[in-house]
């Protein structure tokens, strides 16, 4: 693992910020938590890679709120420049 940033997937519709936050400070300092809205998954920001790597090995498959979490290492977004196939001038 590379980074400090976490992808969490398999998210109750209804969790917080908060409850990710405090889930995750078990693990480390949790430098930012953010959730997609009524998508299922979220990011989290650890304040090391070392902290990260616990988090998802603790994390990876246990149940959070009746789901079985999926926690990996977060990948840089793509480049959306040109989707569709219509240039913008």
Known sequence: MQGSKLYIGNLSYSV?????EELFANYGEVRQVNI???KGFGFV???NQ???EK???ALDGSDFKGRNLKVDE???PKSRQNKGGYRRY
């Open 16 to 20: 917080t910020n908060e409850q990710v």
């Open 36 to 38: 997609i809205e009524s």
């Open 45 to 47: 920001e650890m304040s």
């Open 50 to 52: 070392s902290e990260a």
């Open 55 to 57: 988090a998802k090995e």
């Open 74 to 76: 977060a990948r840089p």
